[in-house]
């Protein structure tokens, strides 16, 4: 059974990094378009990077409130798609999903579990 599993999420306080972590069961990553989608209490769910698969140059997308402190990167060796963040701000809290598609921007195909990012003020 395909799935994707997430993990690294904490609780930080502004201004820290994290990196999260997205390892692909079942399923190679590297053929799939792979987002990391966040959503906060009440707030709907939003696109926070994604990473195309080999077909497309492995190209990156990110959200603009992310531009510039957000990474997001391949190891394919180990089947894993990251989220380096830095600088982080309140606002960047929610749970982390991590899901898998055949590019960026078409419906994703698999979605993780999640994983829980609180940062503090």
Same mark, same amino acid.
Request: hydrophobic share 30%; aromatic share 12%.
């Given at each position: ?9 904490s609780?930080?306080q502004?201004?820290?990094s994290?990196?999260l $972590?997205?390892?692909? +069961?079942?399923l190679?990553v590297?053929m799939y378009?792979?987002?990391?989608f966040r959503?906060?209490? #009440?707030?709907a769910?939003e ?6 698969p080999y077909?497309?140059?492995?190209t ?8 510039g402190?957000?990474t997001i $990167?391949r190891?394919? +060796?180990n089947?894993?798609?990251?989220l380096q ?7 960047d809290? #929610?749970?982390?999903?991590c899901?898998?598609g055949?590019?960026c ?6 979605w993780?579990?999640g994983t829980?990012?609180?940062?503090s003020s």
């Amino acid at each position: 059974q395909s799935r994707l599993v997430e993990s690294g999420g904490s609780m930080v306080q502004a201004g820290d990094s994290l990196e999260l $972590s997205c390892a692909g +069961a079942g399923l190679s990553v590297d053929m799939y378009g792979i987002a990391w989608f966040r959503q906060a209490p #009440g707030r709907a769910r939003e696109e926070v990077s994604c990473v195309n698969p080999y077909i497309k140059d492995f190209t990156t997308t990110y959200a603009n409130s992310v531009k510039g402190r957000f990474t997001i $990167s391949r190891d394919n +060796a180990n089947n894993k798609v990251y989220l380096q963040m830095n600088n982080l701000k309140p606002e960047d809290t #929610g749970t982390y999903y991590c899901a898998a598609g055949p590019y960026c921007g078409y419906d994703m195909s698999y979605w993780g579990k999640g994983t829980l990012v609180t940062v503090s003020s």
